[in-house]
């Protein structure tokens, strides 16, 4: 039994890859479990961000500066009362957000942290992960028939076709991207998507800079449709409070409607790690051809411990600036506990055998971590599009665009 | 002559070829209570898919009898009753209505008064319109200038607290004049606002004027002519924004609004995107005018000689001003006592909602929301 | 004569006056004259109110002149008697004319004399005259920057032609009158009540009607119990 695990370790392969059923498992619970954290990180720091955009603050009493709250928040809607339409039709409305979130998690096996850091490789990964990521339009219009209403059916309606128009767009891009991975001396692309960075690396670029600026709107065109596909603002109208139907998950309650934003947000990150891994390098570090050598390659290396020591340090600013009174003296613990913690983590991070082996999911996280804070400084900043004009942006523009690059991808290409 | 069904607001008539109970039509309430709708009110939408042909409104559910109230006050005690009606910008209620009594008396109000009254007028212009901004946005979709522009209404709330003890209902002027004298540091309050406020409204122009989104969710959005709103009575923004420059600040000054060099903003084409630059190009140009008022505020009384008792002689009479709504008019008619025997308020929203389903005839569904937020509704003034 | 039903001085009681609990119809006590054209009064000499003291007796106040303009000249011409009175008061135009010619004069205002805007159409109720209701119609022209009104005396079974097909905008003001007074408008497209609920009775800015009775009757029929009032 040891010897099977310690196998594994010799070895230069994904779990998947190497048929490694306990490690695969391992790896598994550490990516849900990830994502998992990720999603409540995701939950707060929208919650913390957009309130500082709109000049207020946000959670604050939660836990210290409401880093508790996404938590409370899970509680709360696990004690809550699960509400059925008696009119429903029960199985599917049991179901429906159960596919959403399979959907949205499954795709999570081939997301490549590292160049073995996933927990399998299929040579078809891209294809894959948005075939699964399409399932869930599936269960946004079950979501909405079960519902027998017709404020969520219109919503479902609505939701689904503005998801279906905006894949057609975001695959035309990502062929585009795949386009590029075959611009070696064999010929030959891959699906992959741990080989799609491969490529990257072994072209020395990142595919966003590609036959600039292709690689750019071909970036562009993806990541204005990711944000339509997940149902984010600007293109939120199925979901907006202020507009007529409340969207598809109006009749759900409690624990129900949580798992709708578990897999909505499971499914940003999982765009966002696609967009990710096809355009901005994956795992690989900036500047891998320009800044190369040891010495740059031990600069960025440096870089997830310097990450989670500013994190600590804005814990201890944040130590310091609480108010100086008995009510505050738990979430001042609190804090600088927190504070500690992720100055421990940076510390921990500096010494070079983690250090070596945690670069590349680190470089893949920063990035992903940088879409999200995208994501939510658009809701923060754009109004709403109405649904014709969101359709029209989706195949009317969007569209010709990605098949213009996707074109001009090929014909560069051929031409170098 | 016009032909009346042009400007139907009933349901039933707003495609008349199509039986009631075709297919394709479905009936949505919007209902009293919503995010969006600035108030109570009940909009009935008859829909084809996502077009809109008809519309009803359903107004009342904030109406509290004010007129009839009106008659068992007196005329000073009537002067609070005034603010509620249209809450958001309740300095110019109270101006008008303090003008028209000052007017059935026959006497003038002093020049400082005047000043006094025309500069709150326009902080309170400003306010309403930052207000209007805000929720506008927000139904829009577009969360954040909401909290920008309150942040800033604030500073606008604090004047007026220290001046009259209010921030909402400010009950600012009294027959005659006004009450208070301003308090220390109010010109320099007035001027430091002066001079913090035009980046904040450059701020709200860069997030919105430009931004794509806002233009196409809305240009061409809600759509009304110049004719059409002389036709339906819809005065302040919406009518300058169609073309008809008439201020009535400029047609038939009052307060001391002759002093004052401004211009008046008008659209070309009477959509949502035109009511949007008209209001922010009034909202600078009510910083011109407190300006002007600020730097050359005379000295002297602030209340005339009126007598204790009013009790105005017999006769009527019909004032109007022009809020931040649009024309906002009393008619009073006194009987020789010192209880009115009719105050009619003549509201600007009231009026301008009637043109509502002219204005998203043949839009879709999420502009109807829109138009609702460009008309700049106060329900409690629509139903007094 | 000084009215003390309506004491000057405001007593913490908000029906100002009233005997509490009465469902009498409240006539304003010292209505000048039955007629509908206003007479200068002039005013009481002395405030009731015991404190100040008495005051000498005012000037007369301002007194409605009689309004020249060929708008009234040409009107007068055509409809000779039926323009009752064109006068002005504090500065401000108006005309009272027969009900049976003021549709046509309000046709003309509108069509020839580019009175395009109807500000406002509202009602006054006189329960003491014969014919109990004025319907005042206030009008702008934007061309002459000009605003005037025209006032009309109905009686209470009367109902009236609608001016929706003159102004759009009278669509909803005239619901308003017939909710509030009462006063149905013949070819109106919609006239039903808009500012109160469907199926209320009553007219509530006529003088006879009675608040209290009908807050002692909602709560005898919705609640089941005696209104305190």
């Known amino acids: 039994m040891l010897d099977y695990i310690k196998s594994y370790l010799d070895m230069n392969a994904t779990p998947g890859q190497a048929g490694n059923v306990f490690w695969a498992t391992v790896y598994i619970f550490v990516v849900f479990g990830g994502v998992s954290v990720a999603v409540m990180a995701m939950n707060w720091l929208e919650r913390k961000a957009l309130a500082h955009f709109q000049i207020r603050l946000g959670p604050m009493r939660v836990g210290p500066h409401g880093l508790l709250q996404p938590i409370a928040d899970a509680l709360k809607l696990l004690t809550k009362e699960d509400i059925i339409p008696s009119e429903a039709d029960k199985f599917v409305f049991w179901i429906a957000p159960l596919i959403i979130l399979c959907a949205s998690f499954t795709v999570y096996i081939v997301i490549p942290f590292g160049p073995t850091h996933a927990i399998t490789d299929l040579n078809i990964g ?291 | 002559m016009t032909d009346p069904t042009t400007y ?55 109406h509290r009898g004010v007129e009839k109230i009106a008659e068992h006050r007196t005329y000073t005690m009537f002067n609070p009753y005034v603010d509620r009606m249209d809450y958001v910008a309740a300095v110019s209620n109270g101006l008008g209505y303090c003008e028209a009594v000052e007017k059935i008396l026959n006497v003038q109000a002093p020049p400082r008064a005047n000043y006094i009254r025309v500069i709150l007028a326009e902080l309170n212009r400003l306010a309403s319109h930052m207000l209007w901004l805000g929720t506008h946005a927000l139904d829009i979709g577009a969360m954040t200038p909401l909290f920008y522009t309150f942040r800033d209404r604030e500073e606008i709330l604090k004047i007026f607290e220290k001046y009259c003890g209010a921030r909402l209902t400010t009950h600012a002027f009294r027959i005659g004049g006004c009450q208070y004298e301003t308090y220390e540091g109010f ?72 002093d004052f060099d401004f211009e008046i903003p008008i659209g070309q084409n009477g959509d949502t995107y035109d009511r949007y630059i008209v209001r922010m190009q009034e909202m600078r140009q009510s910083l011109r005018i407190i300006r002007q008022a600020i730097d050359r505020i005379p000295e002297g009384p602030i209340m005339a000689k009126i007598p204790k008792v009013i009790k105005p002689p017999v006769g009527e009479i019909y004032h109007s001003i022009e809020a931040p709504k649009g024309e906002l008019g009393y008619f009073i008619v006194s009987d020789g006592s010192t209880q009115p025997y009719r105050i009619r308020v003549r509201p600007p929203s009231f009026v301008n909602l009637q043109a509502l389903d002219l204005m998203v005839r043949g839009q879709l569904v999420a502009d109807v929301i829109a138009v609702i937020g460009t008309l700049d509704i106060v329900l409690g003034e629509v139903d007094r | 004569m000084a009215e003390e039903t309506k004491s000057p001085a405001p007593p913490p009681d908000p029906a100002a006056g009233k005997p509490s609990g009465s469902v009498e119809p409240v006539p304003p006590a010292n209505q000048a004259s039955p007629s509908a054209v206003p007479k200068p009064a002039a005013p009481p000499p002395a405030a009731a109110k015991p404190a100040a003291p008495a005051a000498p007796a005012k000037p007369a106040g301002p007194v409605p ?165």
């Open chain 2, 187 to 258: 010109e320099d309050d007035v001027k430091k606002f002066l001079d913090f406020v035009p980046p904040k409204i450059d701020e709200y122009e860069e997030l919105l004027t430009t931004n794509r989104i806002w233009v196409e969710r809305t240009k061409g959005v809600g759509y009304i002519s110049g004719e059409d709103c002389i036709a339906l009575g819809v005065t302040g923004p919406v009518l300058r924004a169609s073309g008809v420059k008439w201020d009535l600040r400029k047609a038939q000054p009052y307060a001391a609004y002759s």
């Open chain 3, 65 to 229: 002149v009689p309004w020249d303009s060929p708008l009234v000249a040409s009107l007068k011409r055509t409809y000779g008697s039926g323009i009752r009175e064109a006068s002005t008061y504090l500065g401000q135009n108006y005309m009272i004319v027969d009900s049976a010619a003021v549709m046509d004069v309000l046709k003309i205002l509108r069509n020839e004399q580019e009175f395009d805007y109807c500000v406002d159409i509202t009602a006054l109720h006189y329960p003491q005259r014969e014919k109990q209701f004025d319907l005042i119609w206030i009008l702008y022209s934007f061309a002459r920057n000009e605003r005037i009104r025209v006032k009309t005396e109905i009686a209470e079974s009367d109902s009236f032609p609608s001016s929706t097909s003159i102004w759009p905008t009278a669509n909803w003001l005239e619901r308003e009158v017939f909710d509030m007074f009462g006063i149905t408008f013949e070819g109106h497209p919609d006239l039903k009540r808009i500012l109160l609920p469907d199926g209320w009775k009553g007219h509530p800015l006529r003088k006879d009607y009675g608040i209290i009775q009908q807050d002692k009757e909602w709560v005898q029929i919705n609640l089941g119990i005696e209104s305190g009032q």
């Open chain 2, 8 to 62: 139907l607001s009933h349901l039933e008539l707003g495609q008349p070829d199509k039986t009631f109970l075709d297919s394709n039509e479905l009936i949505i309430n919007m209902g009293p209570q919503h995010p969006a709708t600035h108030g109570v009110l009940r909009v009935i939408l008859k829909l084809d898919g996502e077009k809109v042909l008809g519309t009803e409104c359903v107004i009342g559910y904030l």
């Open chain 1, 126 to 416: 891209i294809l894959f992960m948005l075939g699964v990521s399409s399932l869930s339009v599936l269960g946004v219009v079950m979501a909405g028939w079960a519902s027998n209403s017709h404020y969520p059916l219109i919503g479902a309606l609505r939701s689904s076709a503005q998801m279906v128009s905006y894949e057609v767009a975001m695959g035309l891009a990502v062929v585009s991207a795949i386009l590029m991975t075959s611009l070696n001396k064999t010929g030959t692309g891959t699906l992959s998507m741990i080989g799609i960075v491969q490529a990257q690396q072994a072209q020395q670029t990142w595919f966003l800079f590609k036959f600039f600026p292709l690689g750019f709107i071909a970036f562009g065109v993806f990541a204005i449709a990711m944000v339509a596909e997940t149902n984010r603002a600007p293109f939120d109208l199925p979901e907006a409070e202020s507009e007529l139907t409340a969207g598809f998950h109006t009749e759900y309650s409690g624990l129900r409607w949580s798992l709708f934003m578990l897999g909505e947000y499971a499914a940003m990150i999982a765009v966002s790690s696609i967009a990710v891994t096809l355009w901005l390098g994956g795992w690989m570090r900036p500047f891998p051809n320009a800044l190369a050598g040891e010495t740059w390659d031990l600069v960025f290396s440096l870089f997830p411990g310097f990450t989670f020591l500013a994190l600590a340090v804005f814990c201890f600013i944040g130590v310091a600036r609480m108010p100086k009174h008995p009510y505050f003296r738990i979430q001042t613990i609190g804090l600088a506990g927190f504070g500690a913690v992720l100055a421990l983590i940076g510390l921990i991070l500096f010494a070079p055998p983690v250090r070596d082996r945690i670069f590349d999911i680190y470089w893949f996280c920063i990035k992903v971590a940088g879409f999200m804070y995208l994501y939510i400084w658009y809701r923060a900043t754009f109004p709403r599009y109405r649904f014709d004009q969101l359709m029209k942006v989706g195949w009317k523009v969007l569209l010709p665009i990605a098949v213009g690059v996707l074109i001009l991808t090929a014909v560069m290409g051929v031409i170098f």
